[in-house]
């Protein structure tokens, strides 16, 4: 009969043990998420969905596109990013920051004009621009983001040239509801899918939807960056986003039109 040394045996079993225990930590290690402000809250749900389904968790870092594209072109670590529009994630990919064949379109988005008073925004709203009866208009930063940049064609398609002191500019279209929910401004054009995820915790609120015609099309597109360490993890979560019915329910829900 064979002996085995008692020494080697503990060894072995520490061994085992220890890779068992790499390959643990190494499946928990959360995917980076770098995602556009109106998506947030609608990532934070696909993420808990998608962890409870296959076990990987994420961290989001929620910001303005424009933000988030300076950061990684400096070497921020994120897996993914989802940008509220097609140019940046096509720019990351022309110079080398994500990774080629990766991009894939995961929502198309809608503006809204908005307020949480039930009787400030009426049935045309365009009038209600037109007529100025407001304090403020909030708006996201056109230079950084791509919803502000909607407003600011709309407006421009309206024929309206605000003065200077009638709107007031977030840098990111969380910092532009803010200033609509805490009454800074009465309106504020900003994502359809904020109204949604807001007036389902605090009870409606009064909203206008442009013709989708009046401003360029808004195209949220993902890429797989370059800088990951879990590019194949990064590429699942994208495909289930995809094709999984109970994510693209979670989507639609939030106020966004499927690709």
């Known amino acids: 009969?064979?002996?085995?040394?008692?020494?080697?045996?503990?060894?072995?079993?520490?061994?085992?043990?220890?890779?068992?225990?790499?390959?643990?930590?190494?499946?928990?290690?959360?995917?980076?998420?770098?995602?556009?402000?109106?998506?947030?809250?609608?990532?934070?749900?696909?993420?808990?969905?998608?962890?409870?389904?296959?076990?990987?968790?994420?961290?989001?870092?929620?910001?303005?596109?424009?933000k988030h594209y300076a950061q990684i072109r400096q070497g921020a670590p994120f897996d993914l990013f989802f940008s509220a529009?097609?140019?940046?994630?096509?720019?990351?990919e022309r110079e080398s920051h994500g990774v080629a064949a990766t991009r894939q379109v995961y929502a198309l988005g809608r503006l809204v004009l908005w307020s949480p008073d039930p009787a400030k925004i009426p049935a045309d709203g365009a009038a209600l621009l037109a007529s100025q009866n407001y304090r403020r208009l909030a708006m996201a930063n056109p230079r950084v983001a791509p919803y502000g940049a909607a407003a600011e064609a709309l407006l421009e398609g309206l024929g309206l040239n605000l003065p200077r002191g009638r709107v007031v500019i977030g840098q990111s279209l969380g910092q532009t509801l803010n200033f609509v929910t805490s009454g800074n401004a009465e309106i504020g054009l900003i994502a359809l899918s904020q109204a949604r995820i807001y007036e389902r915790e605090h009870g409606a609120g009064s909203r206008w939807l442009p013709a989708e015609e009046l401003y360029p099309s808004i195209i949220q597109e993902a890429v797989v960056l370059r800088a990951s360490k879990q590019p194949e993890a990064a590429q699942k979560l994208l495909a289930w986003m995809r094709d999984d019915p109970s994510a693209r329910a979670i989507i639609e829900e939030d106020g966004y039109r499927l690709p």
């Open 1 to 66: 009969m064979l002996s085995v040394n008692p020494l080697f045996r503990r060894l072995a079993v520490f061994g085992v043990a220890a890779l068992l225990l790499s390959g643990t930590l190494h499946a928990a290690e959360p995917l980076r998420l770098a995602v556009a402000a109106n998506f947030t809250t609608t990532m934070e749900r696909l993420a808990q969905a998608y962890e409870q389904q296959h076990g990987v968790p994420s961290q989001i870092s929620s910001g303005s596109s424009g």
């Open 85 to 92: 529009d097609n140019v940046r994630t096509a720019d990351l």
